[in-house]
């Protein structure tokens, strides 16, 4: 499958980072976690108090993961490269998924892990999921491989700061599939500056981001769409590189995917009961929208429901809510246990294939009852037969008119009545759209609140 991975629309700004921070890492380390402002906004030391992303596994399908880089070592699984077919936590050509990885569960390094880059879930673990990049000559479908093996790998949310080409039938089912699971699927909305979001973060029970700087405003090449979801930070955001000691600066819908998949497992690993669909929930009640913008009709275009606000997602009062929450639910894959949903509204529990006509357990009864019957006729018959040959003459007890007489049907208690055919139910009807009910907005001052510059600064 030809994709580009979502940063690339900004690689200028990337290579240009990379250098710089690749001619003295000694010396900018400290700088480099000074210029994480997002940890700064998010008041990532309260949010560590409710949670650190525990007990929880995001999958990151991109570029490889060196996971020997001193910002993430002992926080990457082996995973699987796609490319090659050996581990996914190698380091690898591109830069993408190290830098995603380490917005999610970077635990820098130093003396206190002080220096490098800090991710939003520190304690979270990377499943790498290593795929091809564009120009590699793959232009059949893999993202569905890509989905099946991170559910399989038991990650609770796979993060895809990726911008497939196109999308195929099967990897609507392995999206689908993941839903089944109950997995968190994240996905960046695209970097065109286009009226239209990416066609991967357009699928439903996608949670699609849009990108904003530290003011709260929206990035002028983030895509929208009535379909956006969230916004999170995406400009100017620092991350590890694959090689050990440099850094990276850069824009982009990736950036804000990875935020948003680390606020979910933050969350994830607070309320283990929670569905992906509750916590899908719990970010788009507890978003929030700059100065000026909070009169907007939610979801918005550009930001959908708002840019998220980790600390008040974990904290503040909010109902779980239906299942789905505000995803809407995947068309259903028809193979059951590889892939397939019952598709419904937000509401329904997800099941195997109905199948048409009467069930198993109906036939074996039926069948039952037939034999039961047929055997009590013999009986009856038998016994009849006895009763001409030894019995009294016609006209007496065990003649015509009395019991066991010529047209006796012996009736079992309550007879059986054949049920009725099976009822196809009607077809599926949408979900209406995903009711806000009153966004917790961002009050000025308060622990966590996003934006923490305003706008202008």
Known sequence: MSFTRTLRAVGGVVVAGALLFGVAPTALADQNRDDQWPLKAFDSQGVWKESTGEGVTVAVIDDPVNG??????????????????????RKGTGDHGTGMASLI??????????????????????????????????????????????????ASIINMSINPVYITDADKRA??????KDVLVVAGA???GENKLSEL??????????????AGKVWAKSNSGSQLMLSAPGVEITSASATAGQYRLADGTSDSTAYVSAAAALLRSKFPDLTAGQIA?????????PPGKKGLELPDSHYGYGFIQPFKALTAEIPAGSKNGPLKTPKADPAVGTGGTIAGNGDQQASGQQEEGLGMGAIVGIAVGVLVVVAIIVIVVVRQKKNDRNGPPPGGSGGFGGPGGPGFVPQLPGSYQHPAPYQQPGPYQQPGPYPHSG????????????PSVPPGQ
């Open 68 to 89: 020997s880089h001193p910002d993430l070592k002992g926080n990457v699984l082996p995973g699987k490269s796609f490319i090659d077919g050996g581990r996914g936590d």
């Open 105 to 154: 569960a970077g635990h820098g390094h130093g003396a206190g892990n002080s220096d490098g880059v800090m991710g939003l879930a520190p304690d979270a673990k990377i499943l790498p999921v290593a795929s091809p990049e564009v120009g590699t000559g793959v232009e059949d479908s893999g993202l569905s491989d890509w989905i099946r093996y991170a559910v399989d790998h038991d």
């Open 175 to 180: 999206l689908a599939y993941a839903s089944q």
């Open 190 to 192: 695209g970097n065109d």
């Open 201 to 214: 973060a357009s699928i439903p029970g996608v949670v699609s981001v849009g990108a904003v700087d530290k």
């Open 281 to 289: 929930n719990r970010l788009v009640k507890s978003a929030g929208l």
């Open 439 to 450: 966004a917790y907005q961002p009050q000025p001052g308060a622990p966590g609140t996003f």
